[in-house]
């Protein structure tokens, strides 16, 4: 199975001026844990829900951050021509959740652990209920 199959087309974009409660609430909307964020001048970086939790948790302003102040930088991308084991190698190896898919240069997708778990393990009926 490959990153395309898995893959969530829904890709949210947000500028590094972005509030973190901008980001959060954007983030909720979209139903995504992760927003790709596009900087004119250091390019494309990525803020998750875990950026916000650290950010929050440490007493920050969700209304005085910047998405850009939280924003990791060194990102690395996936192809949709991945194979979901090599997405997860990738992600098991560096410790975080979410790739960013590119295809020619533009995003075109996140995969996450989620995704991947979801293929591999299909949900299952057990006792009249769907687990998974």
């Known amino acids: 199975m490959l990153v395309r199959d898995a893959m969530s087309t829904v890709v949210l974009t947000i500028g590094p001026a972005h509030t973190l409660r ?3 609430r954007l983030m909720a909307a979209r ?6 964020v596009l ?3 250091s390019g494309l970086g990525i803020l ?3 950026d916000i939790l650290n950010a929050v948790g440490a007493g920050q302003s969700p209304d005085l951050e910047t998405a850009g102040a939280h924003t990791t930088t060194e990102v690395v991308f996936a192809t949709p021509s991945w ?4 997405a997860a190698e990738t992600m098991a190896h560096g410790g975080f959740r979410h790739l960013v898919v590119m295809d020619r ?5 996140m995969v996450s652990v989620r995704d991947i778990i979801r293929c591999w393990a299909p949900a299952r009926r057990h006792a009249g209920t769907v687990v998974g």
């Open 22 to 24: 901008q980001a959060a």
């Open 31 to 36: 139903r995504v844990g992760a927003a790709v």
């Open 39 to 41: 900087d004119g001048d």
């Open 48 to 50: 998750t829900e875990r």
């Open 83 to 86: 194979t979901l084991e090599d």
């Open 105 to 109: 240069g533009e995003p075109v997708g």
